[in-house]
């Protein structure tokens, strides 16, 4: 089994590798296990996933398949340089995984411009 630190480079590899389309199916993902919790693109996505398929998965899902076996055995330090490795490679992914963490943990913020920011939840 590969430690987690060629784990991680592979993942890294693999993005640099993907179309806009595949990172776009890959956010969701992503953001599904950095907010832990499900929303319905997950939700759709794990349904998709079920084992009664007409054809074997891709390579993309192969490897997202993979992203998620690891992920979940990742330190939390290892979370963190995973999501900076990303974010600093693609910052227009990075902002929409932003606003895609902010939408699944319910939190509006409210910048006044003066410093002080207010986080509100639902």
């Not at 590969?2 to 890294?12: E, H, P, R, T």
């Not at 009664?52 to 076996?69: A, N």
């Amino acid at each position: 089994m590969l430690n987690s630190v060629a784990q991680i480079g592979y993942l890294i590899q693999w993005f640099q590798e993907w179309s806009e389309l595949q990172k776009a199916d890959f956010l969701p993902i992503m953001a599904e296990k950095y907010a832990n919790r499900v929303y319905v693109n997950g939700i759709v996505n794990s349904i998709s996933n079920v084992e009664c398929r007409d054809k074997p998965m891709s390579l993309f899902e192969c490897r997202v398949k993979l992203f998620k076996e690891w992920f979940s055995q990742w330190s939390i330090e290892q979370k963190e340089q995973f999501f900076k490795q990303i974010t600093d490679l693609d910052p227009i992914f990075a902002e929409k995984l932003s606003i895609e963490l902010q939408s699944a943990t319910g939190n509006i913020s409210n910048d006044s411009g003066n410093g002080n920011e207010e986080i509100l939840e639902d």
